[in-house]
């Protein structure tokens, strides 16, 4: 039972980017030309004099030649449940109180700024959101669409189970991100964010169905000659009700491990495609699109804070991996 | 021979199949290629209607699909609106160049994977094991593209390596060794990504049915004869672990085009990736249509090769 405290920095992750709105200090797409690709910002409890404060502090940054100096002439003390610019949660609940923030002029960018001067931290937590609502989103879809097929393909048989199933192998045949371009070249280049963002779902939902499909039909292949199912029809139950009651339950295990292995599929899915500018674009952060500005050379090698997403994306990764053995690791003990 | 020339149908089918798809997806785009021409001033209005009849796109959906299988049998593939060229050559030059780092890393990561996984199991449980077993869950958190990325920030820092392309400049007047030296150390980085990258993976599966292997009543009984060390390992434990590593080795093949596409862009190696990424955003079809359908083909034939293989290895496939 100790192994579930690994699930608890997913849990976290999540809360931390579906309210990306509250966590973040600033809006994502806010700009302060003035100060691009500051360094992040650090907060302080002893100010230049040395001097003890106990509400940590940052300086405001201000260019001075090639870089950027802290000004080091008055503290902006970091405040809790600041108002500043509004975001909505859930559509329609509109709201501007941040969890942090400090007084104008200076601004806490605690990840730095990217080269308009947006703040990193916000960016890569609404560009988390987006990948990863497009990722459970897209899974919801490719396993809807996969377990309704593997259980039609394995209950119906015959004719249908054939044509199915020689429809997951075409598309378990192309490698995904070819078919994956393929159905993106079918799209209009530009499109706005909304209807890119929901396009990418739809896409990595249709990729994604063969293979849940084909383990879905194999359990139902097998379900449908259990005993209790066999009685259950012998005692004249109509087939809808045996593949609601005795058939879809059997699935559960397989469809929830393969979500599992999906969602953070989907989610560098979503993050490759943007990364070659072709998913969600500028003005709005995708972790993807964050990491193509690391395509040119100068930010590479001069900012290293722009690697920000990167770690948002292994810290992702990592956590689902972590769902994944942990599944294991019960169906171990669960078995033995 | 059934067997072999059941699953040879099977792949030909997969492959005509694919085609169909793609061309149908590609054929539902509501862009074309003449739209930017469309808006430009300084060309007719009929130019481009006359571009259009030249390039068959009046033509019904269909017959322009046996237009362009006719033309992918003469080898032409195609096409490109672009270049102005049959695809054939563009993509042949470009298929070369994605195998040459492809093949490499392929053979170099099952080089090091069997061997590697084989000694984990062997030792397995013990610190050296953890500490393997630690580094390739790392490595799989890391996407291909932030080791990609990482490499590159290496090589630009340093300057040990260059960070693109295949050549450097003016390499075309150099000697024949030399300019081997300059292509390997282009390759050297996009290499290390892809074998970083497909390495983690392998290493565990090789180490997963080994351990299988070793706890198999076969080689037990092995063991209880005496036979120990690299022998028991290469004629009982190999054998017994080597079939669910041949189909891996497959699938291989389609982690590696996807895992390439990536890092040839990144790393602006002129293979495949990049030709599909351009020509994607020009909306060049036939160039988008010719790089899936050879990914399809390298692709079915690596799961057809491994199936053959199963077929001759594995007695139990057989029978």
């Not at chain 2, 033509?59 to 609106?81: C, D, K, M, N």
């Not at chain 2, 195998?99 to 990561?109: E, G, I, K, V, Y």
């Not at chain 2, 820092?157 to 024949?176: H, I, K, N, V, W």
């Not at chain 2, 060794?177 to 150390?185: I, N, S």
């Amino acid at each position: 039972m100790t192994r579930s405290i690994w699930l608890i920095p997913l849990v976290g992750l999540h809360l931390l980017i579906l309210l990306a709105g509250f966590v973040a200090p600033y809006d994502p797409t806010a700009q302060a030309r003035t100060i691009p690709f500051a360094p992040p910002v650090r907060p302080h409890l002893f100010d230049a004099a040395g001097t003890f404060h106990l509400r940590p502090f940052v300086y405001a940054v201000v260019p001075s030649g090639d870089g950027y100096v802290a000004d080091t002439s008055h503290r902006y003390p970091i405040r809790f449940f600041t108002r500043e610019s509004r975001y909505a949660i859930v559509p329609g609940l509109e709201n501007d109180i941040h969890l942090f923030g400090v007084d104008a002029p200076a601004r806490i960018s605690i990840f730095g700024t990217d080269g308009y001067g947006r703040d990193v931290l916000s960016r890569v937590l609404h560009g988390a959101r987006v990948s990863i609502i497009a990722g459970l989103l897209a899974t919801l879809c490719a396993l809807l669409a996969g377990t309704a097929l593997g259980t039609l393909a394995g209950f119906v048989g015959g004719a249908t189970d054939k044509v199915i199933m020689r429809a997951a192998d075409v598309f378990m045949a192309v490698p995904w991100i070819y078919l994956l371009f393929a159905v993106r070249a079918a799209l209009p280049l530009q499109i706005d964010t909304r209807a890119a963002f929901l396009l990418l779902v739809a896409v990595l939902g249709i990729v994604g169905w063969a293979r849940p499909s084909r383990l879905v039909r194999g359990i139902v292949l097998s379900a449908k000659e259990r005993t209790y199912v066999l009685a259950a029809e012998g005692f004249g139950a109509q087939p809808l009700y045996v593949l609601r009651r005795h058939v879809l339950p059997q699935t559960y295990g397989v469809v929830l491990t393969q979500a599992g292995l999906l969602v953070p599929q989907f989610i560098l899915a979503e993050v490759t495609l943007s990364f070659l500018g072709l998913g969600v674009g500028e003005p709005d952060a995708s972790l993807g699109s964050m990491l193509g500005t690391l395509q040119q050379y100068h930010v590479l090698a001069s900012y290293w804070w722009m690697f920000a997403p990167a770690v948002m994306l292994v810290l992702v990764a990592a956590a689902y991996h972590a769902l994944t053995s942990f599944g294991h690791e019960r169906a171990r003990l669960v078995a033995s | 021979m059934r067997f072999v020339l059941g699953r040879l149908g099977h792949s030909v089918l997969v492959v005509v199949l694919v085609s169909m798809l793609t061309f149908a997806l590609v054929e539902a785009a509501p862009g074309e290629f003449f739209d930017d021409l469309r808006v430009d001033a300084r060309v007719a209005r009929g130019t481009v209607d006359a571009w259009r009849e030249r390039a068959g796109l009046n033509a019904s959906p269909v017959s322009r699909y046996f237009t362009w299988i006719q033309s992918v049998a003469r080898g032409e593939f195609g096409v490109s609106l672009a270049h102005r060229a049959p695809v054939g050559p563009l993509l042949w030059q470009r298929t070369r160049n994605t195998l040459l780092l492809t093949a490499p890393a392929m053979a170099a990561t099952w080089l090091l994977a069997v061997p590697l996984g084989l000694w984990l199991a062997a030792r397995r449980s013990r610190w050296t094991d953890r500490i393997f077993t630690g580094a390739t869950s790392t490595l799989l958190a890391l996407p291909d593209l932030l080791i990609a990325l990482v490499l590159l920030l290496v090589a630009l820092r340093t300057g040990l390596f260059p960070t693109g392309g295949m050549y450097s400049p003016g390499a075309e007047s150099l000697s024949a060794a030399a300019r081997l030296r300059d292509l390997a150390t282009h390759a050297a980085l996009p290499f290390c990504a892809l074998v970083l990258g497909l390495l983690p993976v392998v290493i565990r599966h090789v180490r997963a049915s080994a351990i299988e292997a070793i706890d198999a009543p076969a080689v037990r009984a092995a063991r209880a004869h005496g036979i120990n060390g690299p022998r028991l390992t290469l004629h009982y434990v190999l054998p017994l672990a080597a079939n669910p590593l041949i189909s891996l080795a497959g699938l291989c093949v389609a982690m590696l085009l996807s895992a390439s596409l990536l890092i040839e862009v990144v790393m602006s190696w002129p293979g495949l990736g990049p030709l599909l990424v351009e020509s994607l955003l020009a909306k060049d079809v036939h160039v988008v249509l010719g790089a899936s359908m050879i990914a399809t083909v390298f692709l079915v034939v690596g799961n057809l090769v491994a199936d053959l293989a199963l077929f001759v290895v594995d007695p139990r496939v057989r029978a």
